[in-house]
Nanobody, 119 residues
C-alpha cells in the first residue's frame, strides 16, 4: 500500500488549507484512514480519523475529515488555522483493529506534508 499526501503549505493564522491522501495498492474503502501531526520536539499525535469520524479536541469544529472511495482519497479540510497547528502532517491507513488514536495501530504511512501557520 502506498499513501500519497499533499496540500501542505504556509498560511496566515485564521486561514485554511486542504490536505489530501490518496492510497494505492490495496482495496480501499474498508480501511481506517487517519491524519496525524508531529511538531518539532513533540510526539506524533492523532488529528482525525475516519473511524467514527474522530477528531482530537484541539481541532474539533475547525477540521473536517472526509473520504472519496471512488478516488481512493481521504481529505482533511483545515480552517481557522492557528500557529499551534504548525507541524508535519501524515496520513496513515490500517485494516486491523486497535486504538485508532495510536500511531502504532496504523501499518501504512504516507510521507509527511508541512503545514506552517504564521501569526
Amino acid at each position: 500500500v502506498q499513501l500519497q499526501a499533499s496540500g501542505g503549505g504556509l498560511v496566515q493564522a485564521g486561514g485554511s488549507l486542504n490536505l489530501s491522501c490518496t492510497a494505492s495498492g490495496r482495496r480501499v474503502g474498508s480501511d481506517v484512514r487517519g491524519w496525524f501531526r508531529q511538531a518539532p520536539g513533540k510526539e506524533r499525535e492523532i488529528v482525525a480519523s475516519t473511524y467514527r469520524t474522530y477528531y482530537a479536541d484541539s481541532v474539533k469544529g475547525r477540521f473536517t475529515i472526509s473520504r472519496d472511495n471512488a478516488q481512493n482519497t481521504v481529505y482533511l479540510q483545515m480552517t481557522s488555522l492557528k500557529p499551534e497547528d504548525t507541524a508535519v502532517y501524515y496520513c496513515a491507513a490500517r485494516w486491523t483493529n486497535g486504538d485508532m488514536r495510536a500511531a502504532s495501530s496504523y501499518a501504512y504511512w504516507g510521507q509527511g506534508t508541512q503545514v506552517t501557520v504564521s501569526s
